[in-house]
């Protein structure tokens, strides 16, 4: 999911997980479940249609409907895919629950209060140890196990981790994006910059001269509000990290961290200060119009600008994020869960391994030929297949950057609250109103103060 400011469309904006990802999950307690254990039919219970040989789950033996909540559903493909599992399973009902993205969150987490959450929710994959850790979701273990579909080793780790909580899997990864540099060609070009930044240095060296206030014109675009989410990168490039394995220590504030810190604050001086308060999806334009010369984002942001900028295709292009001392980039997906409050366990998985089959998969994060999309799969079979690109030859620099996902692993429930001070902490050091070390330093103290 802590909140990923990842775009992929305005409904999705991560407000991470970067994605992150950071993800920065929390520890969940819930037992795992076998199917047979959690699954109770909507009505008294009757015998279950038996399964077919390439079916680990059995078919319900009376219809019943399994509501999914996510901010997709109205999609034509989303749309498609239901008519199908709908022929292929007559006695279960797929029922679109629409929830704004931007609202999902606190929605999921009023109907697990009062007892009353969807069977199913496409979750921002950084929420999934937060719900794990209230045992308001099923653990897949036993279903993965029965099923000839969906095979762990599949899926690219950094995902699956997301997605995992003491050694359990809650919810299956279904789209994936890392984050990357875009830059402007045009703006390279006439400040006599050769290739794209590759190191701290460079980049500093770069935004510098990309800068030109009295032209409004700026060599990066810093958020105050995401803050946090895309100061991670620096943060682990420099050899850092948010938090002890067990979750007690605060680590943000070691020396590595003030120093990424510090270098990430001090990109504001390059920075349109008008955006300090903006976001990473309003902030498009600016670059769109050349007002910003570099902009770190996901994947998303490559169809963004070639849907909605198409007068701007051939004047930028992608690279890795700059290195320091390793390099580190953050990630940011979506996943799908059952809760345990679900009467309809056992249909719900069957809705969740249909649509995690490869070519449902690849439809769904990468569109069609005449209708391309800048979404990735999360299986490697998939990410090895050349033709995954062929349509949007741009995404495969963002699967070759996976190899430098980071995921914190975070086994702490008070982790929203820390990462919130941080957030704060970093805003603050971006308006001038103090420095960055200090800023992340007091921020950690804060934080330790919750864990006493």
Not at 199 to 221: C, M, N, S, V
Not at 326 to 341: E, P, S
Request: some cysteine.
């Amino acid at each position: 999911m802590a909140s990923h400011k990842r775009n992929q469309k305005p409904s999705m904006l991560l407000l991470i997980l970067t994605l992150l990802i950071t993800a920065a999950m929390v520890a969940a307690c819930a037992p795992a479940a076998t199917p047979e254990a959690t699954s109770a039919p909507t009505e008294a219970a009757p015998e279950a249609t038996p399964t077919s040989p390439e079916e680990g789950v059995p078919e319900p033996a009376e219809p019943v409907v399994v509501t999914f909540a996510s901010w997709v559903g109205g999609g034509e493909t989303w749309q498609n895919l239901a008519a199908q599992f709908h022929e292929l399973h007559p006695n279960i009902t797929i029922e679109f629950h629409d929830v704004p993205f931007e609202e999902m969150h606190t929605k999921l987490l009023t109907q697990v209060a009062a007892g009353n959450p969807p069977d199913i929710a496409y979750m921002d994959a950084s929420a999934v140890g937060e719900f794990a850790l209230r045992n308001a979701l099923v653990s897949l273990d036993d279903y993965i196990a029965t099923s000839e579909v969906v095979d762990p080793d599949d899926y690219v780790e950094a995902f699956l981790t997301s997605a995992t909580s003491e050694g359990h899997i809650y919810g299956l990864p279904i789209d994936a994006e890392s984050t990357g540099l875009f830059y402007r060609t045009d703006l390279f070009e006439a400040a006599g910059i050769t290739k794209p930044p590759e190191t701290w240095d460079e980049f500093l060296a770069a935004a510098q001269a990309l800068t030109i206030p009295e032209e409004k014109q700026y060599g990066f675009i810093i958020f105050a509000p995401e803050a946090a989410y895309y100061w991670y990168p620096w943060l682990w490039q420099a050899g850092g990290d948010l938090l002890s394995e067990d979750g007690i220590d605060v680590l943000w504030d070691s020396e590595e961290g003030k120093r990424a810190a510090e270098f990430y604050v001090g990109l504001a001086e390059y920075s349109p200060p008008d955006f300090y308060n903006s976001n990473s999806w309003d902030g498009r334009v600016a670059f769109a119009e050349g007002t910003v010369a570099m902009y770190v984002a996901g994947a998303w942001f490559a169809g963004t600008l070639q849907n909605e900028f198409p007068d701007v295709t051939d004047k930028w292009s992608t690279a890795p994020l700059p290195m320091d001392e390793r390099c580190a980039t953050t990630i940011a997906g979506d996943t799908l869960v059952i809760f345990q409050a679900s009467q309809n366990k056992d249909a719900a998985w069957k809705w969740i391994e249909f649509v995690s089959e490869p070519e449902n998969m690849a439809l769904l994060n990468l569109g069609t030929p005449e209708a391309p999309t800048t979404l990735l799969p999360p299986r490697k079979s998939l990410l090895a297949d050349p033709a995954t690109f062929e349509a949007n030859p741009v995404l495969e620099g963002f699967a070759e950057n996976m190899t430098c996902a980071v995921v914190s692993q975070i086994d702490q429930p008070k982790w929203p609250e820390m990462e919130s001070l941080l957030n704060d902490a970093l805003a603050r050091a971006i308006y001038g109103e103090v420095d960055a070390a200090t800023a992340i330093t007091e921020a950690a103290q804060e934080a330790e103060a919750l864990l006493e």
